[in-house]
């Protein structure tokens, strides 16, 4: 998937940035701090919280993280007084002020219906899905919407075909788990299933139209008198 924005496009499959239309080479770090900021913008990303995503377990100065942002607004063509691309949240953190959109992506499948039977729940909510691609995030442009801070703008894909359902992570920052397993690759579901997109519980609910409808028939005794 492709994010432009400013003169910028990130070819996150990759893990590349190119300005103006040319490759500018990015360190693991730098990378990976502009890809959480564009993952979680507007939304304002704590410096403690970067510090843990970009050295877990380790502990390192406040001029380690401040530097690495001055780099990358140098590689962007940012700079502290503008901001027009990584915004200071002074003493609390940073935020991407862009706005993204994404390139290269295929216009979503033309919905057929809600497929019969097939829905999530989440909150309380029923959601139902349809035939073909529904694809779920917290982005509007998603056929499910998620809005949670966990929940990537597109964090995963249902497919549901005649006789199942499958689900495939889309790169997500907080990952897609099946009954608690991670998910690589993609799995097929079954009924009562339950689905994590990021700290977000779904449960998925199958019910074949096929199935037969138990009818029970009273029969009352007759007594006859002539007995």
């Given at each position: 998937?492709k994010?432009a924005f400013?003169?910028?496009?990130?070819?996150?499959?990759?893990?590349q940035?190119s300005?103006?239309?040319?490759?500018?080479?990015l360190?693991?770090?730098?990378?990976?701090?502009?890809e959480v900021l564009?993952?979680r913008?507007?939304?304002?990303?704590?410096?403690?919280?970067?510090?843990?995503?970009?050295?877990?377990k380790?502990y390192v100065?406040r001029?380690?993280?401040?530097?690495l942002v001055?780099?990358?607004?140098?590689?962007?063509?940012?700079?502290p007084?503008?901001a027009?691309?990584i915004r200071?949240?002074?003493k609390t953190?940073?935020s991407?002020?862009a706005?993204?959109?994404?390139?290269?992506?295929p216009?979503p499948?033309?919905a057929?219906?809600p497929?019969?039977?097939?829905?999530l729940v989440?909150?309380?909510?029923?959601?139902?899905?349809?035939?073909g691609?529904?694809?779920?995030g917290r982005?509007?442009?998603?056929?499910?919407v998620?809005?949670?801070?966990t929940?990537?703008?597109r964090?995963a894909?249902f497919?549901v075909a005649?006789?199942?359902v499958?689900l495939?992570?889309?790169e997500s920052a907080?990952g897609?788990?099946?009954n608690?397993?991670s998910?690589?690759?993609p799995?097929?579901l079954?009924?009562?299933?339950?689905?994590?997109?990021?700290?977000?519980r779904?449960t998925?609910?199958?019910?074949k139209?096929?199935?037969l409808?138990?009818?029970?028939v009273?029969?009352?005794l007759l007594?006859?008198?002539?007995l």
């Open positions: 998937m994010l400013v003169d910028c496009v990130l070819d996150r499959a990759a893990r940035l300005r103006g239309g040319k490759v500018v080479p360190e693991p770090k730098m990378y990976q701090l502009l564009i993952e913008h507007p939304a304002v990303i704590t410096n403690a919280e970067l510090d843990e995503l970009l050295w877990p380790v100065a001029t380690s993280l401040t530097r001055s780099e990358l607004r140098a590689v962007l063509g940012d700079s007084r503008s027009t691309i200071t949240v002074y953190g940073y991407f002020a706005e993204v959109k994404e390139v290269g992506v216009p499948a033309i057929q219906g497929a019969a039977g097939v829905s989440w909150e309380g909510q029923l959601i139902h899905l349809s035939h691609e529904n694809i779920v982005g509007a442009e998603c056929s499910i998620i809005d949670a801070a929940v990537s703008r964090h894909k497919v005649a006789d199942s499958t495939e992570d889309l907080n897609t788990r099946v608690q397993a998910i690589s690759a799995a097929v079954k009924h009562g299933d339950e689905i994590s997109l990021g700290e977000e779904l998925l609910r199958m019910r139209p096929q199935a409808t138990t009818v029970i009273r029969r009352e007594v006859r008198g002539d």
